[in-house]
């Protein structure tokens, strides 16, 4: 069984970005079967830095999809 990563990064720079969706689409378009939708993480990104505390800021978030036969 095969599984991908698929998100979005927010980056105030460089704007929203999606990743893993054109790995999704050619399974799917292979004739795969999505098995699952696995919870996946939050994307962080550290914003500063005072002594021992670290800010971060919410930059994203991803999820896993499991495929049936891969």
């Known amino acids: ?3 991908i990563e698929v998100g979005i990064r927010i980056d105030p720079a ?7 969706l054109e790995a999704v689409n ?11 939708l696995r919870p996946g ?3 962080m990104s550290k914003v500063g830095e005072e002594g021992d505390n670290v800010q971060v800021s919410l930059a994203g978030c991803q999820v896993v999809v499991v495929f049936e036969g891969d």
């Open 1 to 3: 069984m095969a599984s």
């Open 14 to 20: 460089t704007g929203v970005a999606f990743f893993g």
């Open 26 to 36: 050619e399974r799917l378009a292979a004739g795969l079967r999505i098995r699952e």
């Open 41 to 43: 993480n939050l994307i």
